[in-house]
């Protein structure tokens, strides 16, 4: 657990600055990440032994929930996200849920346009708490 959180932290850690309010990433604790991977459907990436990547499903009424999808920065560029995010894709059908949804933040475009790429859309927009702004983009990708 001490490594899936290190590695969640370290692939997050760009969004420090970045993001209002900050991530939710710095809310983790082992015990916390502990009882999210009993929870959820978790997948990891490994290059040998390392722990690369990871993402989390959580089943919700009519689709899967996508979060804490997450690589190692050294390895960002080399298909392990796509490879992630197919696996939690393969397991939503697989679960009967004809939709995957995530978030991610107004304030990450890049991660946005990524995800369009991978065909997400755009299906709404919310604000964290004492916002009075749209902080969040709700992404919702159609499963065959």
Same mark, same amino acid.
């Given at each position: 657990m001490e490594e899936l959180l290190d590695l969640i932290?370290?692939?997050?850690?760009?969004?420090?600055?970045?993001?209002?309010? !900050? #991530?939710?990433?710095? =809310?983790? %604790?082992?015990?916390?990440l502990?009882?999210?991977?009993?929870?959820?459907?978790a997948f990891v990436a490994l290059e040998g032994e390392?722990?690369?990547?990871?993402?989390?499903?959580?089943e919700r009424t009519d689709h899967f929930y996508l979060g804490k999808l997450?690589?190692? !920065? #050294?390895?960002?560029? =080399?298909? %392990?996200?796509?490879?992630?995010?197919?696996a939690?894709?393969?397991?939503a059908v697989a679960g009967g849920k004809p939709r995957i949804e995530l978030q991610t933040r107004v304030e990450l475009t890049a991660n946005q346009t990524a995800f369009a790429q991978?065909?997400?859309?755009?299906?709404?927009?919310s604000?964290?708490?004492?916002?009075?702004r749209p902080t969040s983009i709700t992404m919702r990708k159609a499963l065959a």
């Open positions: 932290m370290r692939a997050f850690a760009y969004m420090d600055g970045v993001i209002d309010p !900050p #991530s939710s990433a710095h =809310r983790l %604790t082992v015990e916390n502990r009882e999210k991977c009993a929870a959820e459907i390392r722990l690369v990547g990871c993402v989390f499903l959580a997450a690589v190692d !920065p #050294s390895y960002q560029g =080399r298909g %392990t996200g796509r490879l992630l995010l197919k939690a894709e393969e397991a991978m065909g997400f859309v755009e299906t709404g927009r604000a964290h708490a004492g916002f009075d």
